[in-house]
Nanobody, 126 residues
Framework: QVQLVESGGGLVQAGGSLRLSCAAS????????MGWFRQAPGKEREFVAG????????DYADSVKGRFTISRDNAKNTVSLQMNSLKPEDTAVYFC???????????????????WGQGTQVTVSS
C-alpha cells in the first residue's frame, strides 16, 4: 500500500491562495490515479479534483473549476493542489487519496479510493 501525507493547509483570507502537497511513500504514486477530497463539518466527504497516472487527464468539481489546479510529479512521488481565489465555503479538511483501479480517467466516488492521508485543515476567513 501507499502511505499519503498532506501538508500546506492553513488560515487564509478570502481571495487568497494556498498550495497543498501530498507526499507518497511505500509505493510509487505513478501506479495510482490521485484525488483530492474535502470534508466540512457536518457534511459528507466530497470530490475536489483528480488526475490520472500520466497527468494527461484531470477532473474538477464544478465548485472549484477555474480556481484550483491539480498536478503530479511522479519522479518526486508527490501530488499538489494549487488553490486560488479561495472562498469561505472552501473551508474544510482536505484529503489526498489514491485509486489503484485500472482506468484511464479519474473517478469521483470515495469508494474507489483505497488509500487516504490524514488530512490537512484549510480555513478561509471572510
Amino acid at each position: 500500500q501507499v502511505q499519503l501525507v498532506e501538508s500546506g493547509g492553513g488560515l487564509v483570507q478570502a481571495g487568497g491562495s494556498l498550495r497543498l502537497s501530498c507526499a507518497a511513500s511505500g509505493r510509487t504514486v505513478s501506479l495510482y490515479i490521485m484525488g483530492w477530497f474535502r470534508q466540512a463539518p457536518g457534511k459528507e466527504r466530497e470530490f475536489v479534483a483528480g488526475i490520472n497516472r500520466s497527468g494527461g487527464n484531470t477532473d474538477y468539481a464544478d465548485s472549484v473549476k477555474g480556481r484550483f489546479t491539480i498536478s503530479r510529479d511522479n519522479a518526486k512521488n508527490t501530488v499538489s493542489l494549487q488553490m486560488n481565489s479561495l472562498k469561505p465555503e472552501d473551508t474544510a479538511v482536505y484529503f489526498c487519496a489514491a485509486d489503484r483501479g485500472l482506468y484511464a480517467t479519474v473517478r469521483r466516488k470515495t469508494e474507489f479510493y483505497d488509500n487516504w492521508g490524514q488530512g490537512t485543515q484549510v480555513t478561509v476567513s471572510s
